[in-house]
């Protein structure tokens, strides 16, 4: 069955930089596009960024745009999301998730996501 | 950005009752809205896609409606399983955007 388990989640001083990776199973991971979603504590659901299966196209949420970067290595199924300058604001669980198409829809599988504390 | 406006952010209801949740775009989505449900501990878990289709294993009891800008979940006869929070999604336009979630308890 699809699963996605997300690493590299920790504590990190503000201004600090962290990547996170996602390696999916159950599935072709090169031919659909993955999202990062984030949940910050007591908060909904906030969509962070998108990247086509290709890799060649890739979207972000206003607030993260020059700060976090999408990347994707299908040679080695695994999707990353870089964090650097990170701010308080940006500590939550992030949950990697597997859009059901290529160029994006929406999304129909999450991973159990990974804590990210930014303090100081 | 499309915000999307949920209500209530809170709804309390018997178990065996029916239960309808609303959603609102700030521009038209077409019918390119999803619904998830969330339970602490747990990732979410799709619903329904296309404003209307339920997810592969989804119960019959979960319908969703509408397009446009206004939506609605509707559980019809609340299960003990059904207690969590319901986003939902955008998918019409980047970036995508959530509601802010309707919690739904138990009376």
């Known amino acids: 069955q699809v699963q996605l388990v997300e690493s590299g989640g920790g504590v990190v001083q503000p201004g600090r930089s962290l990547r996170l990776s996602c390696t999916p199973s159950g599935f072709t991971f090169s031919v659909y596009g993955m999202h990062w979603v984030r949940q910050a504590p007591g908060k909904g659901l906030e969509w962070v960024a998108f990247i086509w299966y290709d890799g060649t196209n890739k979207y972000y949420t206003d607030s993260v745009k020059g700060r976090f970067t999408i990347s994707r290595d299908n040679s080695r199924d695994t999707v990353y999301l870089q964090m650097n300058s990170l701010r308080d604001e940006d500590t939550a669980l992030y949950y990697c998730a597997r859009d059901q198409d290529l160029l994006g829809t929406f999304i129909d599988f999450w991973g159990q996501g990974t804590l990210v504390t930014v303090s100081s | 950005e499309i915000v999307m406006t949920q209500s209530p952010a809170t709804l309390s209801v018997s178990p065996g009752e029916r239960a309808t949740l609303s959603c609102r775009a700030s521009?038209?989505?077409?019918?390119?809205l999803a619904w998830y449900q969330h339970k602490p501990g747990q990732p979410p878990r799709l619903l329904i896609y296309g404003a209307s289709t339920r997810a592969t294993g989804i119960p019959a009891r979960f319908s969703g409606s509408g397009s446009g800008t206004e939506f609605t979940l509707t559980i019809s006869s609340l299960q003990s399983e059904d207690f969590a929070v319901y986003y939902c999604h955008q998918y019409n336009n980047w970036p995508r955007t959530f509601g802010q979630g309707t919690k739904l308890e138990i009376k």
């Open positions: 521009q038209s989505v077409n019918s390119n």
